[in-house]
C-alpha cells in the first residue's frame, strides 16, 4: 500500500502529514507494509527541507522531518500511489485536473479520513505558531482514520 500527502509547498502541511503518519504506522506495527510520501503542487521549495516551524512544532511532539525534502507532484505518482491525500480544496481541484484517465488511486480530502467532510488542513505558512500545532493536531486524528481504513484493506481476504 502506497500512500501520497498532497499540499502547496510541500514544505509545511504535507511534510507533516508523512512524519506523523509514519510515526502512527510505525505504533499500529504497519511502518513495513506500507510506503508514505508527499509532495507540492508548486515547484518554489524543491530541493528545500520543511519549513523550520514546522519541524520546530514536529520536534516537539517526537517527530523528525529533517531528512525530507520537497518535491512537486508527479505524472507517475498517479501510477504508483493507493492514496493521494490533499490538505486543501486548491490542492484536491490540482490533483484532479492532473489525473490521467483510467487512475484507480483514491484521490481526496486527508481530514476525510478524521470524520471532517470536506474540511481542509488550513495553510499555516503565514500564520503564527499555533497554526503549525493545529495542522499536528488534524493530521494525527486522520492518521489513526487512515491506519483503521488501511488495517482492514490488508487483512480483507481476497476476492
Ligand atoms: P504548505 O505551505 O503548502 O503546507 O507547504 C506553504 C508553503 C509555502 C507557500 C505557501 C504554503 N508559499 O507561498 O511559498
Not at 520536534?59 to 505518482?77: F, M, P, T, V, Y
Amino acid at each position: 500500500m502506497r500512500v501520497l500527502f498532497v499540499c502547496l509547498g510541500n514544505i509545511c502541511r504535507s511534510p507533516t502529514a508523512e512524519g506523523v503518519f509514519r510515526r502512527e504506522l510505525e505504533v499500529a506495527g504497519l511502518a513495513h507494509r506500507v510506503e508514505v510520501d508527499s509532495c507540492g503542487i508548486g515547484a518554489w521549495h524543491v530541493g528545500k527541507s520543511p519549513d523550520p516551524r514546522a519541524a520546530a512544532a514536529a520536534r516537539r511532539r517526537g517527530i523528525d522531518l529533517s531528512e525530507l525534502r520537497a518535491r512537486q507532484l508527479a505524472a507517475e505518482d498517479f501510477q504508483r500511489f493507493d492514496y493521494l491525500l490533499a490538505m486543501d480544496h486548491d490542492n484536491l481541484a490540482a490533483v484532479r485536473q492532473q489525473c490521467p484517465d483510467g487512475c484507480r488511486a483514491h484521490i481526496s480530502l486527508f481530514l476525510d479520513f478524521a470524520g471532517h467532510a470536506d474540511r481542509p488542513v488550513p495553510d499555516p505558512y503565514y500564520g503564527g505558531e499555533h497554526g503549525f500545532e493545529e495542522v499536528l493536531d488534524l493530521v494525527d486524528a486522520a492518521s489513526r482514520g487512515l491506519i483503521d481504513e488501511i488495517r482492514q484493506r490488508l487483512e480483507a481476504p481476497r476476492s
